[in-house]
């Protein structure tokens, strides 16, 4: 069973930035699309972008607008999300997922069949 293990969340000043993490112990993530959602207090989940297998393609929501950058590193089996210039509206537990690229891609919740349990993130004014 793939169990995916993000970090890196922590408490940021309003402009700051922060590098979110994802891992999997004890399988490659070479073969997988990568996504991250967050949920936000008060709002529905909602999708933050994706990565495919080999990290030529990004999708991100619009919400974004260039602040945030997905990238991988086959090499550590990690992927990473660059958080810059975050909002308070940004707070929030940010959530890595995967699937087999060959099932799915896109920035849509029902493509992903394996969730990590989310990394927080707290943005202060």
């Known amino acids: 069973q793939l169990r995916l293990v993000e970090s890196g969340g922590d408490v940021v000043q309003i402009g700051g930035s922060l590098r979110l993490s994802c891992t999997a112990s004890e399988f490659a993530l070479d073969d997988y699309t990568i996504g991250w959602f967050r949920q936000v207090p008060g709002k529905e989940r909602e999708a933050v972008g994706c990565i495919n297998s080999d990290g030529t393609i990004t999708m991100y929501e619009d919400f974004v607008k260039g602040r945030f950058t997905l990238s991988r590193d086959h090499a550590k089996n990690m992927i990473y999300l660059q958080l810059n210039n975050l909002q308070v509206w940004d707070a929030g537990v940010y959530y890595c997922?995967?699937?087999?690229?060959?099932?799915?891609?896109?920035?849509?919740?029902?493509?992903?069949?394996?969730w990590g349990q989310g990394t927080q993130v707290t943005v202060s004014s």
């Open positions: 997922t995967a699937v087999e690229k060959r099932r799915g891609w896109g920035i849509v919740a029902s493509v992903y069949d394996y």
